[in-house]
Antibody, heavy 122, light 108 residues
Framework: EVQLVQSGAEVKKSGESLKISCKGS????????IAWVRQMPGKGLEWMGVIYPGDSDTRYSPSFQGQVTISADKSINTAYLQWSSLKASDTAIYFC???????????????WGQGTLVTVSS | SYVLTQPPSVSVAPGQTARITCGGNNIVSKSVHWYQQKPGQAPVLVVY???DRPSGIPERISGSNSGNTATLTISRVEAGDEADYYC???????????FGIGTKVTVL
């Protein structure tokens, strides 16, 4: 079974750093892009960026470029999302998801991790 | 950048049909994917490539795409279908992934 398991909920203060993780299993982790998606409280889904663990090629949404860093360690089948200085507005649930599909038919997100709740207090 | 437009909410009685639209400029030229998200849970893919269903998704859920509108149709609606539904495309010109704002389906 293809599965993504994310790290647990975090409570941080403004200005602190944070790195959350997403571990894949049940497939060849290096061969599929991993995406990160933000969901702010009561709001919709926002694509943040993607990484190809095979060579660490990374693409960011313009809205998140410079705000977060996406990385991966293919040796342990894990992708990461990190912040160097959190803000209260970073409070949200963060999902990772595997990208499937192709350039001909487009890419979709399947499956998703269970989500990591990040709460940042000011 | 490419924009997807969804109605914020749709209400439907049990046993009836819910239709959730997703508008975009010449959206027929793109593959549209749909996700169901129930409260407190991660999204789940219910339709991909306009019309295909992943294994485990009931045949009552179907998708279509024509002109400037893609549609997710839920037939014989049940209480368990109550959720938020999001459409999504990959915009090849920008290499960006775009979500609609989501539609909350309420079963009356």
């Amino acid at each position: 079974e293809v599965q993504l398991v994310q790290s647990g909920a975090e409570v941080k203060k403004s200005g602190e750093s944070l790195k959350i993780s997403c571990k894949g299993s049940g497939y060849t982790f290096s061969d599929y892009w991993i995406a990160w998606v933000r969901q702010m409280p009561g709001k919709g889904l926002e694509w943040m960026g993607v990484i190809y663990p095979g060579d660490s090629d990374t693409r960011y949404s313009p809205s998140f470029q410079g705000q977060v860093t996406i990385s991966a360690d293919k040796s342990i089948n894990t992708a990461y999302l990190q912040w160097s200085s959190l803000k209260a507005s970073d409070t949200a649930i963060y999902f990772c998801a595997r990208l499937d599909g192709d350039e001909g038919d487009g890419f979709y997100f399947d499956p998703w991790g269970q989500g990591t709740l990040v709460t940042v207090s000011s | 950048s490419y924009v997807l437009t969804q109605p914020p909410s749709v209400s439907v009685a049990p046993g009836q049909t819910a239709r959730i639209t997703c508008g975009g400029n010449n959206i027929v030229s793109k593959s549209v994917h749909w996700y169901q998200q129930k409260p407190g849970q991660a999204p789940v893919l219910v339709v991909y490539d306009d019309t295909d269903r992943p294994s485990g998704i009931p045949e009552r859920i179907s998708g279509s795409n024509s002109g400037n509108t893609a549609t997710l149709t839920i037939s014989r609606v049940e209480a368990g279908d109550e959720a938020d539904y999001y459409c999504q495309v990959w915009d090849s010109s920008s290499d960006h992934y775009v979500f609609g704002i989501g539609t909350k389906v309420t079963v009356l």
